[in-house]
């Protein structure tokens, strides 16, 4: 499972385009950063993505692929997902969905479902302040960590 090219393409353009719009300079290391994010789909940490864009553009720091990535977030093109007790996971796709993850390996893999879309929250929620949306997380332990534990 990956993002298709096409869908990896347009959340870069409109990534770039917000990035510009906020006044941050489009930089070489700035754009390879968005890139690797608009295609993950496996949610990956700062340091998963430090190394991927590393293999492009050697000269890369840790510290410029935190900052960017914290600028995206800010800004409302990434989502930061924190389901794992690791390292704040992110998330290029910015639509409702759900996910399930692996309290083994850390998968996190997405799942797209309308009835969790509109999950109606309990009324105890609506008594602490109004819900925007709902995002629900199926933890577990995934096909392939099951498997090696046998
Ligand atoms: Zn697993
Ligand atoms: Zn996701």
Redesign the pocket.
């Known amino acids: 499972m990956s993002v298709p090219p096409e869908a990896a393409l347009k959340r870069a353009e409109v990534m770039s385009a917000v990035l510009r719009r906020s006044g941050l300079r489009l930089t070489h290391q700035r754009l390879e950063i968005l890139k690797e994010l608009a295609a993950a789909d496996v949610?990956p940490d700062v340091e998963a993505i430090y190394h991927a864009v590393r293999e492009r553009v050697p000269t890369i720091s840790i510290d410029t692929v935190y900052r960017t990535t914290a600028a995206l977030v800010h800004l409302g093109c990434v989502r930061r997902?924190s389901a794992t007790v690791g390292p704040a996971r992110y998330?290029p796709?910015v639509g409702p969905?759900h996910?399930f993850v692996c309290q083994s390996c850390g998968l996190?893999a997405?799942i797209e479902d309308a009835d969790l879309d509109v999950l109606s929250p309990p009324s105890a929620v609506g008594e602490l302040g109004e819900v925007s949306r709902a995002e629900v997380y199926f933890k577990g332990v995934c096909r392939s960590c099951a498997a090696r534990s046998g």
Do not use: K
């Open positions: 949610h997902v998330d796709n969905h996910h996190i997405d």
